[in-house]
């Protein structure tokens, strides 16, 4: 069994900065993917970045420059940096993380219970 724990969201005004953590635990060792996903009220999940154990990243094209996705791979942690934050950006955001390679390309993955990042003044 694999668990996420995210941490590290809250409030913060537009133009601020937070950032997120996701621990990997249970039987696992360095998974293939890490990544964080949100999902604004009304809207559909969506992806934030992904980042494999090589250090491969991919960004959702709206978040690049502002959003940076990192990773140590000997404590299974991902984080995730957001700057120059935006009302936009409020969201459940969720952490994820597929084990193997074979894993990421069929969608088979496991999910945090998610932390809150509001952007108001």
């Known amino acids: 069994q694999v668990q996420l724990v995210e941490s590290g969201g809250g409030l913060v005004q537009p133009g601020g900065s937070l950032r997120l953590s996701c621990a990997a635990s249970g039987s696992i060792f360095s998974p293939y993917a890490m990544g964080w996903y949100r999902q604004a009220p009304g809207k559909q999940r969506e992806l934030v970045a992904v980042?494999?154990?090589?250090?491969?990243?991919n960004y959702a094209d709206s978040l690049k420059g502002r959003f940076t996705i990192s990773r140590e791979n000997a404590k299974n942690t991902v984080y995730l940096q957001m700057n120059s934050l935006k009302p936009e950006d409020t969201a459940v955001y969720y952490c994820n993380t597929a084990l193997t390679y074979s894993d990421y390309i069929r969608l088979r993955s496991y999910w945090g219970q998610g932390t809150q990042v509001t952007v108001s003044s």
């Open positions: 980042i494999t154990s090589g250090g491969r990243t």
